[in-house]
């Protein structure tokens, strides 16, 4: 069974979680941790000779040290790019939360030392009209890791999603400043202060922008030992 299993959501959709996830799974392999990683409901997806596959699935599968065969990482896969209530609508399909916490309960017996569930979108993101994603890691009792933005803004979304966290009776365990844009957002320093100093939980590194993604070096960005309780080099 994963010794610790953690929930990543983000602020907004494309703020990074993807990209934050594999790094954190590629830090934990370069503790010698055993890891593995899913996304449960994935949109977006491109058609392929073996089915739909999600760039991120994908991302994850290349950085976790277990394998697993797709469907395990992915298991709902939806091709139109919007809001996954509304691509399973499209496809026919319904999204529930306790079919979510069986597939990820599941994953959670695998042997591994860390497991990350990643979310889709942010915090109250919708999985049909009564029932947001924020009901599965509720249901699993998971901690969760918060993905913020470097950009205008950020402060406010970053606040209002610890504090929606944790009002629905879950532990912020950590969150990661991503820099999602090339240029650097105005006043980013105090930005910085201001989270690390308000968010209520620790900074797990701070993410720079890359033209070229390179997984291994936003790894070596991140203090991972909130996480796993093994201290970071």
């Not at 990350?116 to 999985?127: D, F, K, Q, T």
Request: aromatic letters at 4%.
């Amino acid at each position: 069974m994963a010794r610790r299993t953690y929930f990543v959501t983000g602020t907004d959709t494309e703020v990074g979680k993807s990209v934050v996830s594999a790094a954190i799974l590629r830090k934990a392999a370069d503790l010698h941790l055993r890891t593995v990683a899913m996304k449960p409901v994935a949109s977006g997806c491109e058609q392929t000779p073996d089915g739909l596959k999600n760039e991120d699935a994908l991302l994850l599968m290349e950085h976790m040290t277990e394998a697993l065969p797709y469907e395990q990482v992915n298991p709902i896969a939806l091709e139109p790019a919007i809001a996954p209530h509304v691509a399973a609508a499209q496809a026919g399909r319904k999204l529930a939360t306790q079919r979510l916490v069986g597939l990820a309960r599941g994953l959670m017996m695998k042997p591994a030392d860390l497991m990350l569930i990643e979310g889709a979108g942010g915090w109250r993101v919708p999985l049909n009209e009564r029932e947001t994603y924020a009901r599965v890691p509720g249901e699993l009792g998971l901690g969760v890791i918060i993905v913020v933005p470097l950009r205008l803004g950020c402060i406010n979304h970053a606040l209002l999603t610890a504090e929606a966290i944790r009002h629905d009776g879950l532990t912020v365990a950590g969150w990661v400043a991503n820099r999602p844009d090339e240029a650097v957002m105005s006043c980013e320093e105090e930005t910085l202060d201001f989270l690390k100093g308000h968010m209520g939980a620790p900074c797990l590194g701070v993410l720079p922008w890359l033209a070229n993604l390179d997984i291994k070096a936003l790894a070596s960005q991140l203090d991972i030992e909130p996480l796993t309780g093994r201290t970071t080099v």
